[in-house]
């Protein structure tokens, strides 16, 4: 089992920036990928950005240009520096861990954070 813990998101004006953080713990030797999902309520959850092992990364079209993904492999923690929020970036962020299966275009989340608000508001 991994377990996935968030931190970092918050209320923050139209323009500003966040950064998310997720740290892993447990059997970390079995990730290949880490990323994030966002969901509004609703809505499925949908892919921001994930990163593997080997520094590869993915982007929804909706973030490019704005958000970038990090990970520190010694410290098993992936990062999302968010800039230039807008209100459509308003949703709950989880972070994933996935073992590399891929499916449809998109890897297969096998573990999941409890998920933190992002509050993009004047």
């Known amino acids: 089992q991994v377990q996935l813990v968030e931190s970092g998101g918050g209320l923050v004006q139209p323009g500003g920036s966040l950064r998310l953080s997720c740290a892993a713990s447990?059997?970390?030797?079995?990730?290949?990928?880490m990323g994030w999902y966002r969901q509004t309520p609703g809505n499925e959850r949908d892919l921001v950005a994930d990163?593997?092992?080997?520094?590869?990364?993915n982007y929804a079209d909706s973030v490019k240009g704005r958000f970038t993904i990090s990970r520190d492999n010694a410290k098993n923690t992936v990062s999302l520096q968010m800039n230039s929020l807008k209100p459509e970036d308003t949703a709950v962020y989880y972070c994933?861990?996935?073992?590399?299966?891929?499916?449809?275009?998109?890897?297969?989340?096998?573990?999941w954070g409890q998920g933190t608000q992002v509050t993009v508001s004047s």
């Open positions: 994933y861990a996935g073992r590399g299966r891929y499916y449809s275009g998109s890897y297969v989340p096998d573990y």
């Open positions: 447990g059997s970390i030797f079995s990730i290949n990928v």
């Open positions: 990163i593997t092992n080997g520094g590869s990364t």
